[in-house]
């Protein structure tokens, strides 16, 4: 049994202090200074606050329109989830089990579109939805339903690229069974590929959605008033007056609270491993 010296220990617990605060001293600044007025938020810093008020979490839903905002985060990011998850297994399937010609050329496809930063498709996706507008009167600029097809652009090839090596990671006998027992690819993919790549697939889900509701650039050029999502809208709390620093504050900690939470039940799935004795 081998026995850590004394002075790794002191090293770890002082590493380890360190990383951990430079990772809540944000969030302690965020959350106290989302409880004072916006006088003492200006004024000098200090780390204890001389007054403490939760108007700010009233403010914050009449300065803008921070519920619409957020119900349109929310739609958008698990609609880029849902159609990244399910595009990603089918396609990530294929490339692991199946041989067919462009195998190659489309894995190495998939991949290098990764190299390219995002704002290169900026222009290029505004002019195909205008077009795509003004030819058959379906509308992608300005709607939610664009920005869902916008996020899959970015989204898709790492959930595929991803999934790849997750299901190449199962046991080819577990699809042979299922296909001795009379189920079909698609059969022994939902059926058993599937509940056993769980936590693959979930881990694809968390980065959609994360990507989608983090996302700035795409969300502040191709929505309007009505489809802006939060990260646009947490702008709007700096006018001509001013920023409203206590109610940005405010609302970042009041939005982040679902995600966190949701990321806390899902997390078990990431760390799960389901493979494991899945062929005796």
């Not at 195909?128 to 939610?144: A, F, H, K």
């Amino acid at each position: 049994m081998l026995f850590e010296p004394r002075w790794f220990r002191w090293v770890r617990w002082v590493g380890l202090t360190f990383f951990a605060g430079l990772v809540l001293l944000p969030l302690y600044v965020m959350a106290t200074s989302a409880a004072k007025p916006l006088r003492d938020v200006q004024s000098d810093f200090r780390w204890l606050p001389s007054e403490l008020t939760l108007q700010p979490f009233v403010d914050i839903w009449r300065t803008i329109p921070l519920g619409r905002y957020f119900l349109n985060s929310v739609i958008v990011s698990s609609a880029a989830a849902l159609f990244s998850v399910l595009v990603a297994v089918f396609a990530a399937y294929a490339i692991s089990r199946f041989r067919f010609p462009g195998r190659g050329l489309f894995s190495v496809t998939v991949l290098s579109t990764q190299m390219f930063p995002g704002i290169l498709f900026l222009l290029p996706l505004f002019l195909i939805y205008v077009n795509i507008d003004q030819l058959t009167g379906i509308t992608l600029y300005g709607s939610r339903f664009g920005l869902v097809v916008t996020y899959l652009t970015f989204s898709l090839p790492f959930s595929i690229w991803m999934l790849v090596g997750y299901f190449n990671s199962i046991p080819r006998e577990l699809d042979e069974a299922a296909l001795v027992d009379g189920a079909g690819p698609v059969g022994a993919l939902l059926r058993v590929v599937v509940p056993v790549a769980l936590p693959g697939i979930v881990a694809v889900a968390i980065y959609a959605f994360v990507t989608a509701w983090s996302e700035v650039l795409f969300a502040s050029i191709m929505t309007t008033e009505q489809s802006r999502t939060l990260p646009v809208g947490l702008q709007l709390y700096s006018t001509q007056a001013g920023v409203y620093w206590n109610q940005v504050m405010a609302a970042s900690l009041v939005v982040s609270v679902p995600v966190a939470a949701g990321f806390l039940m899902l997390q078990r799935f990431l760390v799960q491993g389901l493979t494991a004795g899945a062929v005796k």
